[in-house]
């Protein structure tokens, strides 16, 4: 069973940076496409950001281009979302997912329907 667990969340004022981490355990992350994600209470799960298995292609939601990146570290089984110059618009629940695909485009990075493995999220909350 594959295990993801996010951590790194708190509160940050606005222009703050922030670097979530989501470990696996379990299974290798280095098979595995892995996206980001965030949600709001009464909205969909919104995708942010994800990046691919095999050649670190990576993706970002036009909202936070620019601001924040997606890395992973093979070795530590480890994937991380640095935030950068934060917005209260940026607040809400992020999670990690992981999933395998053929091919990872914009609309997987989009659509959380399309992954099947999930942390349990941590909140990042950006206030002044």
């Known amino acids: 069973q594959l295990h993801l667990v996010e951590s790194g969340g708190g509160l940050v004022q606005p222009g703050g940076s922030l670097r979530l981490s989501c470990a696996a355990s379990?299974?290798?992350?280095?098979?595995?496409?892995i996206g980001w994600f965030r949600q709001v209470p009464g909205k969909e799960r919104e995708g942010v950001s994800c990046?691919?298995?095999?050649?670190?292609?990576?993706y970002y939601t036009n909202s936070v281009k620019g601001r924040f990146t997606v890395s992973r570290d093979n070795a530590k089984n480890t994937v991380y979302l640095q935030m950068n110059s934060l917005k209260p618009e940026d607040t809400a629940v992020y999670y990690c997912?992981?999933?395998?695909?053929?091919?990872?485009?914009?609309?997987?990075?989009?659509?959380?329907?399309?992954?099947?493995?999930w942390g349990q999220g941590t909140q990042v909350t950006v206030s002044s």
């Open positions: 379990g299974f290798t992350l280095d098979s595995y496409a």
């Open positions: 990046i691919s298995h095999s050649d670190g292609t990576t």
């Open positions: 997912a992981a999933e395998i695909f053929v091919r990872v485009s914009p609309l997987n990075c989009a659509l959380y329907t399309t992954w099947n493995s």
